[in-house]
């Protein structure tokens, strides 16, 4: 019974397999997200900077996943909040 696992809930997520709402959970330590109703797990996609470096299998589920996930920005590293214009 260790839950060391931090896991926060991706509102409007649908999971890919089971096509559940809001069962999509982000595993910050594994660094993936699971659905709760089902054993789906997926990896975090590479950041853009690497669109297709792994060789996935399905790939169509893969970025079916990224579409729907979209919404859910924990953040972005390329958006430059410092526009100090003084
Ligand atoms: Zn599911």
Request: proline letters at 6%.
């Amino acid at each position: 019974m260790n839950s060391s696992h931090r896991r926060r809930f991706i509102a409007g997520a649908v999971c890919p397999r089971c096509g559940a709402m809001d069962k999509i959970v982000w595993d910050m330590d594994a660094d993936r997200r699971e659905c709760v109703a089902c054993d789906f797990q997926e990896a975090r996609p590479q950041a853009d900077s690497v669109p297709e470096l792994k060789t996935r299998v399905n790939r169509a589920s893969a970025r079916l996943v990224e579409t729907q996930a979209q919404p859910v920005r924990l953040m972005d590293p390329t958006i430059d909040a410092s526009d100090g214009d003084d």
